[in-house]
């Protein structure tokens, strides 16, 4: 029998630090089935699916725990642990919103999505200079999950309601 885990890790970034940590899920006997890994101030943060058989997941965390004496914080979740996923219903969408950076953005731009009854899928967000002003923007790119009631239309003019300096874009 096959456990699906999701495994996070956090800490310093240096480089090889992906190399160790498929290097332990590999010997460990698992398949690197999907990740998501950043550098954020520094910090390498990541999560990873990973799916083995049950009788390898001792050897797992023993492995686990030598990036653990490396400095890097570590979570296993095990399959247990995870819900069922839920079926997505409606339309599948890519979604980016550039704006000027505020505090409190992503909790207004999330709260807009969720009063739709839209579902996000996965986030990803940044500040930076923007190119014609210098001035901090806010990007994001985003994927959610529509409820075959909602348009794209909707979406857009329930986040653009936040600010009149939010612009929506549908990339796809």
């Known amino acids: 029998m096959n456990l699906s885990l999701i495994v996070s890790v956090v800490g310093s ?3 090889g630090l ?17 990740s998501r890994l950043v550098k954020l101030s520094g910090q390498f943060a990541g999560m990873v699916q990973v799916v083995l058989p049950k009788a390898n997941l001792p050897d797992l965390e023993s492995k686990l725990s030598s990036l653990k004496e490396k400095g890097l914080q570590v979570t296993v979740l095990h399959s ?6 839920e079926s997505e219903t409606g339309k599948v969408i890519s979604l980016e919103v550039v704006g000027q950076d505020r505090s409190g953005i992503v909790a207004a731009i999330s709260e807009a ?13 940044d500040c930076k200079a923007a190119a014609w002003s210098g001035e901090t923007h806010f990007f994001t790119h985003a994927t959610v999950s529509l409820p075959t009631s909602l348009s794209e239309e909707d979406l857009r003019q329930q986040i653009e309601s936040i600010a009149d300096d939010l612009m929506v874009e549908f990339p796809d």
């Open 113 to 125: 999505i969720a009063k739709l009854g839209a579902n996000v899928l996965e986030l990803a967000t």
């Open 18 to 34: 992906v190399r160790e940590l498929s290097s332990v899920v590999t010997d460990a006997g698992g398949n690197w089935e999907g």
């Open 80 to 85: 247990d642990d995870i819900p069922a996923p």
């Open 13 to 15: 970034d240096r480089p």
